[in-house]
């Protein structure tokens, strides 16, 4: 039989990537992920599935596909899935989003999980602070150069470049030819040339499948396409030119940020402050030499919440915030040095600003991607709220972390495979417009139905 590929997540939404990749028998997962609109029908931040039910909460939405010999005895106990030993020989990680690895905390720990080794870092780092959805599984680090196999499959993983450090792209040598998977992709971050890499690898193994991320291929994507570099240059002016406090929400994950807004403060002698759990992923990603990254007590502070007593006593913190009792600043420090910080703060932790009362007429900069569904529209009128309270200005300034449609196409025509597959996108059609020169065939997927590769 060819090998296959049956896409259960990924299709027709953007993010939620879940795929088998199947070759004489062997089977290998592709990114678990939670999809971003997942359920939304029935739950929400207020009605959530419980975590005692396992994958049964989510079984009986069809959340999660049923499939034999894939998830952990506790995922599985209060269903009518009977657990069996694993019928699937790895888990192949693309980068460390959600989107891509949220749902594998449901499968079997005896899976193990291919992952880049700047992925095992952040897992490491979430795993100390608030928890990872990889725990338990064994690890098994790759890079750009490394080879794999599985049965009878050989990974090769390239380097993309993406909003997370470690995003990687596959070339896969199957019994039937040679698969890419693009993972999450774009050209204009600080490491295009990245994603210049993989496209070129891809192409010289002449695929016979291309499994492509299409977030923005879409009608309403404006084409205009800010760079990271053109955030910085933004970034700069807009704190230079900030009389007050100046603070911000962004991934802390998204390191190309935090170095932008890390420069911006270097520039203009403020002082970064992040939260704890920033600053416990900056402390582990000092160990990847590759990476620049700003050292926590040297070059940025931590944010010091009050939190049960509200005294700052040790037991007040979880263990992993302890090294930080004592050290960070307090709402009380910020508000003496308000000119001279620069404040990470995520939304869920405006509350802050209470304790904070930052004089009016600060800075507020929305570093991150704008409201595409009712729930961020809804959150993007509690954030104006807030900013408005506090009496600040709002800026937008935002480079995605995906290509725009144009660019997808360019890397469809420069991959050059067979067939396509478009995935982590609302507009699969939408992939006929690249086919100018009709040499490649677009198989837009369908949840379950397998799509056949090969010879
Ligand atoms: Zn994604
Ligand atoms: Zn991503």
Known sequence: MSPRIICYGGVGEIGGNKFILEDRGVKVILDFGTGFSDGSDYYDTGISPRGVNGAGDLFEFDLLPQIPGLYSEAALQNTRVKYAEPEFDAVVLSHYHSDHTGRIAYIDPKIPVYCG???????EAYSESTG????GHPIKRFRTGDKFTIGPMEFHPVHVDHSI?????????????????TGDFRFHGPAGSMTRDFVAAARDERPRLLLTEGTRVSPGDDSSNMSETAVRKEALKMVSGAKALVFSTFRGNDVDRVN??????????????????VAVLLE???????????????DVDVYLRRKKTGKFDDSDYYTWERPFVGKGLTAKDIRRKQGEVFLHLEAWNFPELIDIR??????YIHAATEAFNEEGEREEVLIRNWVEHVGFTYAQLHASGHAPAGEVGKLVEGVAAKKVVPIHTEHPEMFSQFDRKRSWVLEAPTKGVPISFGA
């Open 117 to 123: 080794e700047t992925t095992s870092l952040i897992h």
């Open 132 to 135: 990872s959805p990889l725990k």
């Open 165 to 181: 450090p470690g995003a990687y792209g596959f070339v896969i040598h199957t019994s039937g030819g040679a698969m890419a998977y």
């Open 260 to 277: 932008t807004f890390f420069d911006a403060c270097q520039a203009t002698g403020r002082r970064l402050v992040v939260s704890m759990k």
């Open 284 to 298: 582990k990603l000092k160990s990847d030499k590759r990476l620049r990254v700003p050292r926590v007590g040297k």
């Open 358 to 363: 930052p004089d009016r007429g600060g800075t």
